[in-house]
């Protein structure tokens, strides 16, 4: 199914479509799948539900992502600490406990 | 929390659809699942607001709640659609990296992680550095040697380079404890302690000794042994040497890493034969210059 077609079916009408492709909040050639249409229903989450403006859309997502940037890096950082030998982890945990 | 929309909403009974809204939005702005995405229980909370508006932003559903012909139940949503459970996986185009970015120098274990796009190389982990301890004489340290040095799992050659001094740590590379997830194995840092030498000392790549020299020696001059840590060579001593005078032999010293070496200085100690000598007496009682006072002058 064309792209158009999906993001339209998410109640998404075309000019807006293309506004929040002009603003960055989703991709252009971004393929139109369930992450891309949770993304859509956010953004409307954001404007309709809970009232937010276009410049608190664009302060939002623009954190959100940072911090979904952030999660990414210490998800990752965790599966390869929990691959590490015991004990070097234990030395790990005790100096964060420390604060070092 | 209450069961009661109003409650829910935290505004009264009398409350207007703006009222309501208000209040709605404004725990929204803080509730959403999406704003929270490390909450799980944000979902439970969220619901429980959405289904009070939902009820109280209703005219009519609104009117007969309030009448009390229907309860707030049954109001639930069903599941949405949220960015969170997608946002972040590796296929995530829109996670920024800008906010940490800051962290990651080249040089650092942490960049592995931090880099858009997540290059899921696995992390790996230098072996940690060992210490050790080698004693080893003067000679040995000056000249170079291999020792052989025993460890928990095994021995390893231990390579003294020469000139090597008390105190210098040698790192051996990789010969330290096992690399994890491929990386490579630490080093062993070996310090060195150097026994005294006898006869030698050392100042930096000089080597000092005492040069014993018999009476003729020092006053007449003449050829004598001196030992070296590279062995013997002959050294001339100018004739009227005095006792306590420096000579340099050079070039005889601790070899340097350029491969050029040190000097040794041998300071002469006069020595008198081991038994008495009644003809030194003799000619020393008939020496015109044994009026010679070497303290005179000095107060």
Redesign the interface.
Known sequence: MPRRTIFLQAGLGEARLEAWVAEGWIGRDTAPDEAELARIALIQALTEELGVNEAGVDVALGLLDQLHGLRRALRQMQAELDRLPPPLRTALIEAARRGD | MSDDPYARLGVGRDASADDI?RAY?KL??KL?P??N??DKTAEERFKQISAAHDLLSDAEKRARFDRGEIDASGQERPT?????????????????????ADFADDDDV?S???S?G?R?A??R?KGHDLAGELRIDFLEAVNGTTRRLGLPDGAVDVVVPPGSADGQVLRLRGKGAPG??GGPPGDLLVTLSVAPHPRFTREGDDILLDLPVSIPEAVLGGKVEVPTPAGAVMLSVPPGSNAGSRLRVRGRGVPRADGSRGDLYATLALVLPEQPDAALEDFLRGWAGRGYDPRKGRG
Do not use: T
């Open positions: 809204k939005r929204a702005r959403h999406d704003l995405p490390g949405q659609r949220r960015w969170r459970d997608h946002a972040g996986s590796a296929r995530d185009s829109y996670a920024s990296d800008s906010g940490f942490l592995e992680f931090f858009r997540g899921r696995g992390m982990v994890w997830g």
